[in-house]
């Protein structure tokens, strides 16, 4: 798992890896630098005290006096930049040296300041001055490592510390700085966006910083959060609508589905299907409130020689015109039509004793066989048998069915085009004929 690390963390560690490298940098070429100084200023002094005690080393090896010669080599030796001095006597071979000869490498390396020693009296470009022209020595001069080394240090210590000392104010401004303007705000942000829930979109984010006269990359953060909320409450509140839209659709396809389905295509009647469901509610509301419920079967008389004579496309016409015209007389709401089979109808009438079912019946076959039907210039003479029955106590919807079709199977082996009622359940006697 990745741990967390944040922006200012990673802005100070960056800070102090560049200070490092810098200070590397920069205190390798102020040691080259000091070193270079050093050397220069040590020559420079050094011809200096060099030339002073030529001419007091030239009367001492002329007089041969080597206490005097060892005390000006001590004299030498004794300064911090020296770290070795000898003096070689051309006429005694004699060596006067003193110093640290391990520290200025004495046996490693050649003098920094070699001179010559010459006859007292003579000048430096040789002119004899009253005596013999000659060399009575050298005198050579090492400067002190340790002295050097130890100028760096100082030097170096002092640019470091001031180095150091910056590196960590730099840090500490940056730290509030990243802190005030940009730790802060970030958190602030972090915790509105995991606190938000799908219905506070319309909560505004604020941010508590201090005032301003500027806008900076967390105020543009900020605006954009801002307009983010604005698109998806926008895009939620078309989705709901969108939503809503579809979904009233979908109820309109399937209540249309449903009617498709319960509805004969063929002449906009119920079918079977849908006769069976209603008509088991209606003969169970008949029951539980002691209302009248009626049937009437109809079937159309010779419709085979319709289709025969005169084709299917005019048969159908001529079911989908007798279901119109029955279905203009039925009560509005209350009493339904439902295809049977074939050339077959049923008319269910709530509420409806046999008396009103036989003139509805009556009314019906009236209308059928009154009017011949003008179908695509056709002129067609219909007519149909109906058979009527009415619910009886603790009748089933099998029985009432049965008795209505006898009925009608009566009306047409009477002679067709006719109402009959039909007869009552077994215990009764025959209600008579139309």
């Given at each position: 798992?990745?741990?967390?690390?944040?922006?200012?963390?990673?802005?100070?560690?960056?800070?102090?890896?560049?200070?490092?490298?810098?200070?590397?940098?920069?205190?390798?070429?102020?040691?080259?630098?000091?070193?270079?100084?050093?050397?220069?200023?040590?020559?420079?002094?050094?011809?200096?005290?060099?030339?002073?005690?030529?001419?007091?080393?030239?009367?001492?090896?002329?007089?041969?006096?080597?206490?005097?010669?060892?005390?000006?080599?001590?004299?030498?030796?004794?300064?911090?930049?020296?770290?070795?001095?000898?003096?070689?006597?051309?006429?005694?071979?004699?060596?006067?040296?003193?110093?640290?000869?391990?520290?200025?490498?004495?046996?490693?390396?050649?003098?920094?300041?070699?001179?010559?020693?010459?006859?007292?009296?003579?000048?430096?470009?040789?002119?004899?001055?009253?005596?013999?022209?000659?060399?009575?020595?050298?005198?050579?001069?090492?400067?002190?490592?340790?002295?050097?080394?130890?100028?760096?240090?100082?030097?170096?210590?002092?640019?470091?510390?001031?180095?150091?000392?910056?590196?960590?104010?730099?840090?500490?401004?940056?730290?509030?700085?990243?802190?005030?303007?940009?730790?802060?705000?970030?958190?602030?942000?972090?915790?509105?966006?995991?606190?938000?829930?799908?219905?506070?979109?319309?909560?505004?984010?604020?941010?508590?910083?201090?005032?301003?006269?500027?806008?900076?990359?967390?105020?543009?953060?900020?605006?954009?959060?801002?307009?983010?909320?604005?698109?998806?409450?926008?895009?939620?509140?078309?989705?709901?609508?969108?939503?809503?839209?579809?979904?009233?659709?979908?109820?309109?396809?399937?209540?249309?589905?449903?009617?498709?389905?319960?509805?004969?295509?063929?002449?906009?009647?119920?079918?079977?299907?849908?006769?069976?469901?209603?008509?088991?509610?209606?003969?169970?509301?008949?029951?539980?409130?002691?209302?009248?419920?009626?049937?009437?079967?109809?079937?159309?008389?010779?419709?085979?020689?319709?289709?025969?004579?005169?084709?299917?496309?005019?048969?159908?016409?001529?079911?989908?015109?007798?279901?119109?015209?029955?279905?203009?007389?039925?009560?509005?709401?209350?009493?339904?039509?439902?295809?049977?089979?074939?050339?077959?109808?049923?008319?269910?009438?709530?509420?409806?004793?046999?008396?009103?079912?036989?003139?509805?019946?009556?009314?019906?076959?009236?209308?059928?066989?009154?009017?011949?039907?003008?179908?695509?210039?056709?002129?067609?003479?219909?007519?149909?048998?109906?058979?009527?029955?009415?619910?009886?106590?603790?009748?089933?919807?099998?029985?009432?069915?049965?008795?209505?079709?006898?009925?009608?199977?009566q009306a047409k082996h009477s002679g067709r085009a006719r109402v009959c009622l039909a007869k009552p359940q077994v215990g009764g006697g025959d209600m008579g004929q139309a």
């Amino acid at each position: 798992m990745t741990r967390f690390r944040s922006i200012a963390t990673l802005l100070i560690s960056r800070i102090v890896w560049l200070a490092l490298i810098c200070m590397s940098v920069f205190v390798g070429a102020l040691a080259w630098w000091e070193y270079r100084a050093g050397q220069q200023s040590f020559r420079l002094d050094m011809r200096q005290h060099a030339r002073s005690s030529q001419l007091q080393l030239s009367s001492a090896l002329w007089d041969i006096e080597p206490q005097i010669v060892r005390q000006r080599v001590a004299w030498l030796a004794s300064l911090p930049q020296v770290g070795y001095v000898r003096v070689r006597s051309a006429t005694t071979g004699e060596v006067f040296e003193a110093g640290d000869m391990d520290a200025a490498d004495a046996n490693e390396r050649e003098p920094r300041i070699k001179l010559d020693i010459p006859v007292p009296g003579q000048t430096e470009d040789g002119v004899q001055v009253g005596l013999p022209l000659g060399v009575l020595g050298t005198l050579e001069i090492w400067e002190s490592r340790s002295h050097y080394a130890q100028l760096m240090r100082n030097s170096i210590f002092g640019v470091v510390l001031g180095y150091v000392l910056f590196t960590i104010l730099v840090c500490a401004v940056v730290a509030i700085v990243m802190r005030r303007q940009l730790r802060d705000p970030l958190r602030q942000i972090s915790h509105f966006a995991r606190s938000l829930r799908p219905n506070e979109l319309s909560r505004p984010l604020v941010l508590q910083r201090p005032q301003r006269n500027s806008f900076d990359e967390i105020d543009l953060v900020a605006s954009g959060f801002a307009q983010l909320q604005k698109a998806l409450q926008s895009h939620i509140a078309d989705l709901d609508s969108l939503v809503a839209e579809r979904t009233a659709q979908l109820q309109l396809m399937v209540e249309e589905v449903k009617r498709l389905s319960l509805t004969d295509v063929l002449t906009g009647c119920y079918n079977r299907r849908a006769l069976d469901e209603r008509l088991a509610t209606e003969i169970e509301r008949s029951k539980r409130y002691g209302r009248a419920l009626s049937v009437v079967f109809m079937d159309l008389d010779h419709f085979k020689r319709i289709n025969d004579e005169y084709g299917h496309v005019t048969g159908d016409a001529v079911l989908r015109e007798v279901a119109l015209r029955c279905q203009g007389q039925l009560r509005s709401h209350v009493d339904w039509m439902a295809r049977y089979g074939g050339e077959e109808f049923l008319l269910v009438l709530p509420e409806c004793a046999t008396q009103d079912a036989w003139q509805l019946a009556e009314r019906l076959l009236g209308e059928i066989r009154g009017t011949a039907l003008n179908l695509d210039g056709l002129h067609i003479s219909v007519t149909a048998s109906f058979g009527v029955a009415e619910l009886q106590s603790g009748e089933s919807m099998e029985a009432l069915l049965e008795r209505a079709d006898a009925a009608m199977y009566q009306a047409k082996h009477s002679g067709r085009a006719r109402v009959c009622l039909a007869k009552p359940q077994v215990g009764g006697g025959d209600m008579g004929q139309a």
